[in-house]
């Protein structure tokens, strides 16, 4: 099975500082990873998605990287805020990308603080 | 746009009970499926539906069950509740998108708001 290993587990920062998420996946055949965020209550939300060809892929102050050769991931937050405050989970979403073979990580638990 | 709807958010079920969690989308997508959330875990598969009245096994499908009439709607049955079964339950759906020319892909899967199942 497709393994996607997230670290730190939890992690907390001030706001306005920035940090960085990680995700090592071993993912065979690659086809896609996403980035889901996550609000305790509710359901995960996406935020990106990285395909084989790219290497850096930006939505608002969050910017995802992708390590094809070292099968890293990272996410990275810039200037957080408290709406910051949520888990973090790193998918493989299977071959194709189809889902029927999802991978979830347990995800990055984020505490922004004034 | 409601997106994806779960009914109900919260739920207590006895030992040995059944009960049946809702799960509607309005957004015309053809994959649905049903995931399982507990403590220190990713989210796991439990069960899958490609379109109207087709459906498979995910990851951890023991214990329960789904059909697929429509496409708007996606409903997971537990048959005999375990206290194995507490977990919070999502239910997501996506779509393919692209076509000639541009290739086809899978869209981001759009979750519900979840149920919190207590087996008591």
């Known amino acids: 099975k497709n393994q996607v290993e997230q670290s730190p587990q939890s992690l907390i920062i001030l706001e306005g500082k920035n940090c960085t998420l990680q995700?090592?996946?071993?993912?065979?055949?690659?086809?896609?990873l996403r980035w889901y965020k996550q609000d305790t209550g509710r359901g995960p939300v996406s935020l990106t998605i990285?395909?084989?060809?790219?290497n850096t892929k930006s939505n608002g102050r969050y910017t995802a990287t992708l390590d094809a050769d070292t099968k890293q991931s990272s996410l990275h937050i810039t200037a957080s805020q408290l709406s910051d405050s949520a888990s973090y989970i790193c998918?493989?979403?299977?071959?194709?990308?189809?889902?029927?073979?999802?991978?979830f990580g347990i995800g990055t638990k984020l505490q922004v603080i004034p | 746009n409601a997106g994806v709807t779960q009914t109900p958010k919260f739920q207590v079920l006895k030992t040995g009970q059944s009960m049946t969690l809702q799960c509607a989308q309005d957004?015309?997508?053809?994959?649905m499926s049903w995931y399982r959330q507990d403590p220190g875990m990713g989210l796991r598969l439990i069960h899958y539906?490609?379109?109207?009245?087709?459906?498979d096994q995910g990851e951890v499908p023991n214990g329960y069950n789904v059909s697929r009439s429509t496409t708007e709607d996606f409903p997971l049955r537990l048959l005999s509740a375990a206290p194995s079964q507490t977990s919070v339950y999502f239910c997501?759906?996506?779509?393919?998108?692209?076509?000639?020319?541009?290739?086809?892909?899978?869209?981001?899967?759009?979750f519900g708001q979840g149920t919190r199942l207590t087996v008591v």
């Open positions: 997501a759906s996506s779509s393919d998108v692209g076509g000639r020319g541009q290739g086809v892909r899978r869209t981001e899967a759009f």
């Open positions: 995700c090592n996946y071993t993912v065979s055949p690659f086809s896609n």
């Open positions: 990285m395909t084989f060809s790219e």
């Open positions: 998918v493989d979403p299977g071959k194709g990308g189809g889902y029927q073979k999802v991978t």
């Open positions: 957004m015309n997508h053809e994959y």
């Open positions: 539906s490609v379109g109207a009245g087709i459906t």
